[in-house]
């Protein structure tokens, strides 16, 4: 609910009832995707304020929210451990990734390490790759 695109787009702008990114690894290659659930009226106006939320962060993120957003992802993964089906889940995650078990503290010393240049570069390579974009209801409107 911090998130930039949870504040500008749902809280400020009020386009969408909900809207989140997540991210999908793959022993190749990844996906990076965000969802939004808005109006049929507010749909291409959300889908526009999304892809830019998006480039400026990707260009303007600060220490404070990798800070952050790093602590969220150890909180999620640590979180995930706690029950046999999340553990079972990981486990097999890890070995489809990586060929091995990686130890919950390995991950954490590797999210630890990340910088904020490399976090930016990151996400200018998401957001520079190929774009697929699925909707339900029809088609969008016009953004004004």
């Given at each position: 609910m911090?998130s930039?695109?949870f504040?500008?787009?749902?809280?400020?702008?009020?386009l969408a009832y909900?809207?989140?990114?997540?991210?999908?690894?793959?022993?190749?290659?990844?996906?990076?995707?965000?969802?939004?659930a808005?109006?049929?009226?507010?749909?291409?106006?959300?889908l526009a304020?999304?892809?830019?939320?998006?480039a400026?962060?990707?260009?303007?993120?600060?220490q404070?929210?990798?800070?952050?957003?790093?602590?969220?992802?150890?909180a999620?993964?640590?979180?995930?451990?706690?029950s046999?089906?999340?553990r079972?889940d990981h486990?097999a995650r890890?070995i489809?990734?990586?060929?091995?078990i990686?130890?919950p503290?390995?991950?954490?010393?590797q999210l630890?390490?990340?910088?904020?240049?490399?976090?930016?570069?990151?996400g200018?390579?998401a957001l520079?790759g190929?774009?697929?974009?699925?909707?339900?209801?029809?088609?969008?409107?016009?953004?004004?």
């Open positions: 911090s930039r695109l504040q500008q787009v749902r809280e400020e702008r009020g909900s809207i989140y990114s997540w991210a999908q690894p793959y022993a190749d290659t990844g996906l990076f995707g965000v969802y939004c808005a109006a049929r009226g507010d749909a291409a106006e959300a304020l999304t892809r830019r939320v998006l400026e962060t990707a260009e303007t993120l600060d404070d929210e990798l800070d952050r957003a790093r602590a969220q992802a150890k999620g993964l640590l979180m995930g451990l706690e046999v089906a999340g079972a486990l890890q489809q990734l990586h060929g091995r990686v130890p503290a390995e991950t954490v010393a630890d390490a990340v910088t904020l240049a490399q976090a930016r570069a990151a200018a390579t520079g190929g774009e697929a974009l699925a909707t339900i209801g029809g088609k969008l409107a016009k953004a004004a």
